[in-house]
Structure formats: C-alpha cells, structure tokens
C-alpha cells in the first residue's frame, strides 16, 4: 500500500485525511466522553445531513451546508440543554430527527436525478479532494488552537464545572464554544465515517485512551495515537478488500475499544471515578 501511495494522489489525500480526523478526535473526543456530551454529538452530527441536502439544493459546497447548519443545531442544542430542563432530550431528539429530513427533502425538491450521498451519510476517506483536505486543516487547526488557548479552562471545567464557575470561569461561554467545536468536527469527520456512523469515531479513541489514564493531556495524546491507528488500519483494509472505509474504520475502533475494556477489566486496571472515567488535574 505504501507503494500505491506514492503513486496515487487519492491515497495520499485519504492519508492527510486520516491524520487530521485522528487529531481533531483526539482532541474534542476526550471532552465530549468525559462530559457526556455523546447524544448531544450525535443530534449535531445528524443535522448536518440537512446542510449537505440544502448545499445540493442551491448549489453551493455540501460541506459548508453541512458546517452551517452543525452549527446552528451546536447553538440550539446548547441553549435547550442550559433551559429545556427534563425535555431537553425530547427537543434533541427532534432536532436529530428534522436534520435527517430537512436533508431527504432538499434532495428530493432538485431537479433531475439525485446525486449520489452515501459517502457523506457512511463517509468514503478514499474520495476526499483536495478542497476537502483544505476546509478540513483549517477546521483541524481552529479546534486543536481553542483547546490549547483555553487548556487550564477546559481543565477546570472537566474536574469540576461548579468549581470552574466559582473561580470565574464563564462555564456557559466554555459550553457554547464546546459545542461550536464539536460541530466542527462533525464536519471534518463526515467525508471520514460518514454522519451516520461519527459517533464511534467521536468517541472510541477517546473512550480507549480513557481505560489507559486520567490523565488529560496525555488522554488527548494517546487518543490522537489511537485514532490514527484506527483510521490508517481502516484504510488499508479498504483498499485491499475494496469495501467501505468509513465501516472499516468503526469496526476496528469498536471492536478494539471492546477488547481494551475487557482485558483491563479483568485485570482491574481501568481508570474509575465518579460517574466516568475521571480526569485527573
């Protein structure tokens, strides 16, 4: 495989593409596991559907479709979670769901026959463009500089978000932006696994490196190591047995979180603390 990607420009930018997913999950993954923020990802992640819809629809980018509106549900979710109180997953639930068929009928209302958009509902890492490799770094780049600027907030908001209120941390500001994040990197995941298949990506390598330490820093380290595994050993099982990537790659980041989680439990080795994993300050 190594020799066909430096002959093939398709592989090389499925190789980028694998790295930057890897790092953009590293990063947001860990937060998103340790807040447990993963049902909220998802409704994110399952409106952005309506994006790519409305992007085929009035002929723009399918992906800046996508980021708008991942966005404005990040927004919407966010403010329903801080006031929708008992009902908020209700309203998640329905926004997940208006995503989904806002994208059907924008599809439906083009004219002529309808494109092909299995590879952004189940991804396609061997059909990323160089367009894509672009918004995708730049994304990549915006997440991983927040979270470095904002690093001892993101600390204090994990161990303790009443404490981080009490030191003066604007914990809604921190929220708002964490989920701004997380639909950013919805984006850069989706021409990876897809939208219907982000969760586990989101989530496995983040999830994994939690059964190896509580540290946090080095939880975001070893879940960017994680995901590239994950991502490169997807890829050339793609390629060698010609079957989709994204599936590929969330079957190995399943199937090894699973593994992990039941041999150190067996060896009584993973990480525990109040209701998960736990970070360590």
């Known amino acids: 495989m190594i020799k066909a990607m430096l002959e093939y420009q398709f592989l090389q930018n499925a190789f980028w593409a694998g790295i930057l997913a890897s790092i953009v999950c590293g ?9 447990k923020l993963v049902m909220m990802s998802g409704g994110i992640a399952h409106t952005s559907y ?40 209700v309203v998640i639930s329905l926004l997940w769901s208006l995503g989904m068929a806002l994208g059907i009928l924008f599809i439906a209302l083009m004219p002529g026959y309808p494109p092909d958009i299995s590879s952004y509902l189940f991804g396609s890492i061997l059909s990323v463009t160089q367009t894509d490799l672009y918004m995708m770094t730049g994304e990549t780049l915006i997440v991983v500089l927040a979270v470095a600027a904002f690093y001892n907030h993101w600390k204090a908001y994990l ?22 994040l997380i639909a950013m990197t919805v984006v850069v995941l989706i021409r990876v696994v897809g939208i219907i298949l982000v969760l586990a990506l989101l989530t496995s390598p983040a999830a994994t490196a939690a059964i190896f330490t509580a540290n946090l820093k080095k939880r975001m380290i070893y879940s960017v190591l ?10 050339w099982i793609s390629y060698r047995m010609n079957i989709a990537s994204g599936a590929s790659i969330v079957v190995i980041s399943v199937l090894s979180y699973l593994t992990a989680y ?8 993973i990480k525990t603390s109040s209701g998960s994993h736990g970070i360590r300050l």
């Not at 039941?262 to 080795?269: E, F």
Request: charged share 15%; aromatic share 14%; net charge positive.
């Open 27 to 35: 990063v947001i993954g860990v937060i998103i596991v340790e807040k």
């Open 262 to 269: 039941l041999v150190h439990g067996r060896t009584g080795k």
């Open 50 to 89: 309506g994006g790519v819809g409305f992007g085929y629809w009035t002929g723009i980018e399918p992906v800046l479709g996508a980021l708008v509106f991942s966005v404005a549900a990040a927004l919407g979710i966010g403010y329903i979670k801080r006031k929708g109180g008992t009902r908020s997953d």
């Open 226 to 235: 994680i995901g590239n595994v994950f991502c490169f050993a997807g890829l």
């Open 159 to 180: 161990f303790d978000e009443e404490f981080a209120s009490v030191i003066g941390i604007r914990t809604a500001f921190l929220e708002y932006f964490l989920l701004i």
